[in-house]
């Protein structure tokens, strides 16, 4: 059974969770914008990574444009964000809203921490994540989501390590 991991993110969270999850699994690894229509075809299953900035996700178009390719794939899908993995309810939207109808029922879900540097962003996700502060309900959020984090941690891709090491033997 073959597979790959495909992946985008911006600033290295999404990145780092391939790259172990393809040391472990032994599968390649590769970045959204290297790979798309007929190249999917010889993939049994794939492992889809993905970032969030301002409520969507980094995969989106990416996931559109191959649909046809993919959809009769089975897919572990793995989301990572700031948003507290705890809340759920948040995380799930952001996959609903980017995930095309028809490839939700082919995925199975898992939600990872990231990180967060200040002085790496961009000024214009700088100018961003201050318009989102602005707008946040308290000050503890405003304070939160203008602070460095790094929550990126091998111990996060345990669950997902195990699916798809299940998925795959015999
Ligand atoms: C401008 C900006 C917008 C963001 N928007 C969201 C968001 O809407 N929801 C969320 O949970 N996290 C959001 N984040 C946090 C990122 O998803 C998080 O830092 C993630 O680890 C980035 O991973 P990457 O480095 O692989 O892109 C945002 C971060 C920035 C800088």
Same mark, same amino acid.
């Given at each position: 059974?073959?597979?790959?991991?495909?992946?985008? %993110?911006?600033? %290295?969270?999404?990145?780092?969770? =391939?790259?172990?999850?393809?040391?472990? *699994?032994? *599968?390649?690894?590769?970045?959204? #914008?290297?790979? @798309?229509?007929?190249?999917?075809?010889?993939?049994?299953?794939?492992?889809?990574?993905? =970032?969030?900035?301002?409520?969507?996700?980094?995969?989106? =178009?990416?996931?559109?444009?191959?649909?046809?390719? !993919?959809?009769?794939?089975?897919?572990?899908?793995?989301?990572?964000?700031?948003?507290?993995?705890?809340?759920?309810?948040?995380?799930? #939207?952001? @996959?609903?809203?980017?995930?095309?109808?028809?490839?939700?029922? @082919?995925?199975?879900?898992?939600? *990872?921490? %990231?990180?967060?540097?200040?002085?790496?962003?961009?000024?214009?996700?700088?100018?961003?994540?201050?318009?989102?502060?602005?707008? #946040?309900?308290?000050?503890?959020?405003?304070?939160?989501?203008?602070?460095?984090?790094?929550?990126?941690?091998?111990?996060? !891709?345990?669950?997902?390590?195990?699916?798809?090491? @299940?998925?795959?033997?015999?």
């Amino acid at each position: 059974m073959q597979g790959v991991i495909i992946y985008k %993110g911006k600033y %290295g969270a999404t990145q780092q969770y =391939s790259e172990w999850l393809g040391e472990k *699994l032994n *599968l390649p690894v590769i970045h959204a #914008a290297n790979i @798309n229509g007929e190249a999917l075809k010889k993939y049994d299953f794939l492992v889809i990574g993905t =970032s969030v900035y301002i409520g969507k996700l980094q995969m989106e =178009s990416w996931l559109r444009n191959n649909l046809s390719f !993919i959809k009769q794939k089975k897919i572990f899908f793995f989301q990572v964000a700031a948003t507290p993995v705890e809340q759920k309810k948040k995380r799930q #939207a952001y @996959n609903s809203a980017g995930i095309p109808k028809e490839l939700q029922p @082919n995925c199975d879900y898992y939600y *990872l921490p %990231g990180k967060m540097t200040m002085k790496d962003l961009t000024w214009k996700d700088k100018f961003m994540l201050r318009m989102g502060a602005m707008l #946040a309900k308290s000050t503890e959020e405003k304070k939160t989501m203008l602070t460095d984090y790094d929550s990126v941690a091998t111990i996060h !891709i345990k669950e997902i390590l195990e699916a798809v090491r @299940n998925h795959t033997k015999n």
